[in-house]
């Protein structure tokens, strides 16, 4: 089946330390995002990627980065700046950046974040 | 920068009963939007789109939504809600690159 899967579910982060949280997508899709989720604020986008070796920031890209060597796969690390990083993280992926009837943001189950 | 707001955090309707999600949204030219549902701990799926012609767009699981650009609105409905419809609803639209999302309607069903 086709889809995006994010892992793991649930991660723990101690102080100080980095955590990369993994999204693969297999809908042979360009466009890949990253947008965090807190109760009662929505989705705000993090970083997005319309191409391999290509990203953009979005709107709360302090304290996280990501890489995209591979079409399929888009990496988000929260690194120890990112004072709050307890969050729901989702990935998305859309066949291209540019908007149109077939250009549809797919989403993940998403990773919970939480900070021992 | 553009901007949709969900005025109604908390919804409660009883099984049957009719259901209208209230969005509006701040865009200064034709806006793609999009509602999206998403179950406790999961992520989003979409509902329905409108990107542009009929003003009234049909979805899945029986939704439905109406643009109105007079009012800035995209309101959901359904005529008739189902136990299975309790999640939280986002409505979104499309600002360059990027979606915006409002903060969500928590929908509650009283059986």
């Known amino acids: 089946d086709g889809g995006i899967t994010q892992s793991p579910k649930y991660l723990f982060r101690k102080e100080g330390q980095n955590v990369t949280l993994s999204c693969e997508q297999n809908l042979n899709h360009d466009a890949m995002y990253w947008y965090r989720q807190d109760p009662g604020q929505g989705l705000r986008l993090i970083y997005y990627s319309q191409i391999v070796n290509d990203f953009q920031k979005g709107d709360i890209a302090e304290g996280y980065s990501v890489s995209r060597e591979k079409k399929e796969s888009f990496p988000l690390t929260v690194t120890s700046a990112q004072k709050n990083p307890t969050a729901f993280y989702l990935c998305a992926s859309s066949i291209g950046l540019l908007w149109g009837a077939k250009n549809i943001q797919y989403f993940g189950a998403g990773t919970r974040l939480s900070v021992l | 920068a553009q901007s949709v707001t969900q005025p109604d955090i908390h919804i409660t309707v009883s099984e049957g009963a009719s259901l209208e999600l209230r969005c509006n949204y701040s865009y200064g030219a034709t806006p793609y939007l999009f509602w999206y549902v998403q179950s406790p701990g999961q992520g989003l799926q979409l509902l329905l789109k409108y990107f542009s012609g009929d003003t009234l767009v049909q979805g899945i699981k029986g939704f439905e939504a109406e643009f109105k650009r007079s009012q800035s609105s995209f309101n959901l409905r359904k005529p008739s809600v189902h136990w299975s419809d309790a999640a939280e609803y986002f409505c979104?639209?499309?600002?360059?690159?990027?979606?915006?999302f409002g903060a969500g309607t928590i929908l509650r069903v009283k059986s």
């Open positions: 979104a639209v499309a600002d360059g690159n990027k979606l915006v």
